[in-house]
């Protein structure tokens, strides 16, 4: 695909959500919207967002743990269905944001301004992912290149079950609204979450904790907890730092169906922190 031909489809996919949800909105504000659609939008939110954050980010960019076969192809299901892009190239953006966090080489940092951290580093130039520096094994991975070669259909597929349930109205609630919720939420942690926000442990870059994108994020707000321990399963690391991913990620830990779950040691976690405070949670330390 031409780099022009691939900014275009870029710009389409993120114009046509943010136009559903000004339409959607305005259904909203003349009470043409039904629990259903609001039910639907909200379940397959979740659904999705967990495809993100457990499965694209969690469980195969930072092989946080590793899960049963069934299980991890769910996730990258889900986060091929929460139209992001293709699973290896996330992979291998985000492995590179760890390697060049907030500097020129970091792909979406706040240092080239906000719009530029949030959306910018994709819609105003081509992002092309590095796999012979960042991530050679996603290319070696048949399950992730069935799922990144396959996006398209599940990009269908994230509009097409909606569109069964609800019709036209599941199909803009369950769907575009959906999608454009759950993408923005995404882009908030590389630019709010990089601006804006606290600090609990010592870091070089400049990534924060941020509770309300770390509540609509399924945990992923706080980011200056992961980029403190990038490979622990558990970004939330106080009893009241909500992490909805990590609580899942448990469950799955307690049936069997993922194991050799990160936790940090007690002693990194206790040597990082930007001033003294008490223990860890066992759930997130090991020792």
């Known amino acids: 695909m031409s780099k022009r031909l691939e900014q275009i489809v870029v710009i389409i996919g993120v114009t046509v959500p943010l136009l559903a949800t000004i339409y959607a909105i305005y259904r909203l504000w003349n009470h043409w919207v039904t629990w259903n659609d609001i039910v639907l939008m909200l379940g397959m939110y979740i659904f999705t967002a967990f495809g993100t954050t457990i499965g694209y980010h969690r469980m195969l960019t930072h092989r946080s743990f590793e899960a049963h076969p069934v299980v991890r192809a769910i996730f990258l299901a889900l986060g091929s269905m929460a139209f992001q892009g293709r699973a290896d190239v996330w992979a291998s953006t985000h492995i590179q944001h760890h390697a060049e966090t907030d500097t020129d080489s970091d792909p979406h940092s706040p240092i080239h301004g906000f719009f530029h951290a949030h959306m910018g580093w994709f819609t105003m130039r081509r992002m092309d992912a590095q796999f012979d520096k960042y991530g050679k094994w996603l290319l070696k991975d048949p399950m992730i290149q069935f799922f990144s070669n396959t996006f398209i259909f599940w990009t269908f597929l994230t509009l097409l079950i909606p569109f069964l349930i609800g019709g036209w109205t599941g199909l803009l609630w369950g ?64 009893w009241w730092q909500f992490d909805s991913s990590s609580y899942v990620i448990m469950l799955l830990e307690k049936l069997g169906l993922v194991k050799n779950v990160y936790r940090v040691p007690q002693a990194a976690f206790q040597a990082r922190l930007v001033k003294k405070q008490e223990p860890v949670p066992d759930m997130v330390s090991g020792d």
């Open 175 to 238: 769907g575009l609204v959906r999608i454009f919720l759950t993408n923005h939420v995404t882009w908030s942690v590389n630019s709010v979450c990089h601006t804006m926000g606290k600090r609990m442990f010592e870091t070089s870059d400049l990534s924060m904790n941020n509770w309300l994108v770390g509540l609509l994020a399924m945990g992923e707000g706080w980011h200056n907890n992961h980029h403190a321990f990038p490979r622990s399963a558990f970004h939330g690391m106080r």
